[in-house]
Nanobody
Framework: QVQLVESGGGLVQAGGSLRLSCAAS????????KGWVRQAPGKEREFVAA????????YYADSVKGRFTISTDNAKNTVFLQMNSLKPEDTAVYSC???????????????????WGQGTQVTVSS
């Protein structure tokens, strides 16, 4: 069974850091763009970050630019989201995703076909 499993969420004070991980199982996703989205209570799902299949190109929402960093470890079939200088407004369920069309650039999110993870809660206290 192909699935994405996130980890690393939790409760942190404003100004703190968390590192989210998303491990894929069931198949290899080294040739696919990946991304992170988040959804806060009562709000629409929003794009956070994406990375091209090569790992050379990254894209960020304006709200997280300069604070969050997306990266991949293809040997571990894992994508990461390093989150620094966290703010209360970053509180949300964070989900990773894989663009199921190979060799994606990650520049157009969301892609047409996506595999989603189940999400991990991030709560930032003021």
């Amino acid at each position: 069974q192909v699935q994405l499993v996130e980890s690393g969420g939790g409760l942190v004070q404003a100004g703190g850091s968390l590192r989210l991980s998303c491990a894929a199982s069931g198949r290899t996703f080294s040739a696919y763009a990946k991304g992170w989205v988040r959804q806060a209570p009562g709000k629409e799902r929003e794009f956070v970050a994406a990375i091209s299949w090569t790992g050379r190109n990254t894209y960020y929402a304006d709200s997280v630019k300069g604070r969050f960093t997306i990266s991949t470890d293809n040997a571990k079939n894992t994508v990461f989201l390093q989150m620094n200088s966290l703010k209360p407004e970053d509180t949300a369920v964070y989900s990773c995703a894989v663009d199921l069309s190979p060799y994606g650039t990650g520049s157009n999110w969301p892609p047409a076909r996506v595999l989603w993870g189940q999400g991990t809660q991030v709560t930032v206290s003021s």
